[in-house]
Nanobody
Framework: QVPLVESGGGLVQAGGSLSLSCAAS????????MGWFRQAPGKEREFVAA????????VYGDSVKGRFTISGDNAENTVYLQMNSLKPEDTAVYYC???????????????????WGQGTQVTVSS
């Protein structure tokens, strides 16, 4: 297993911003893509955003497109998620994930990611 260490999150009012970060702690690990998912109570895990290092390809879930921005550092196996214009419905536990497989596109399915962080809570108050 490759530990993914997340930081950031917390409580913010609607319309505010938060930033999450995630780093793979194993130096020998080489991720091909990294992404963010979220899960609200009673709901399924939802794709948020992902980045594939080759070609710097980025994809977003429909519910966050235009508000969230994913970025990262390939050499450091680090990924960030800048969240702007937050809404109460963005409240969830956010998980970082990493994929070491070479794929044609940017993976959106949680099953494509073998490595996961412990999750960090994001709460948006109305």
């Amino acid at each position: 297993q490759v530990p993914l260490v997340e930081s950031g999150g917390g409580l913010v009012q609607a319309g505010g911003s938060l930033s999450l970060s995630c780093a793979a702690s194993a130096r020998t690990f080489s991720a091909k893509s990294m992404g963010w998912f979220r899960q609200a109570p009673g709901k399924e895990r939802e794709f948020v955003a992902a980045i594939r290092w080759r070609g710097d390809s980025r994809v977003y879930g429909d519910s966050v497109k235009g508000r969230f921005t994913i970025s990262g550092d390939n050499a450091e196996n680090t990924v960030y998620l800048q969240m702007n214009s937050l809404k109460p419905e963005d409240t969830a536990v956010y998980y970082c994930a990493a994929d070491s497989q070479v794929r044609v596109g940017v993976p959106r399915l949680s099953s494509s990611y073998a490595y996961w962080g412990q999750g960090t809570q994001v709460t948006v108050s109305s």
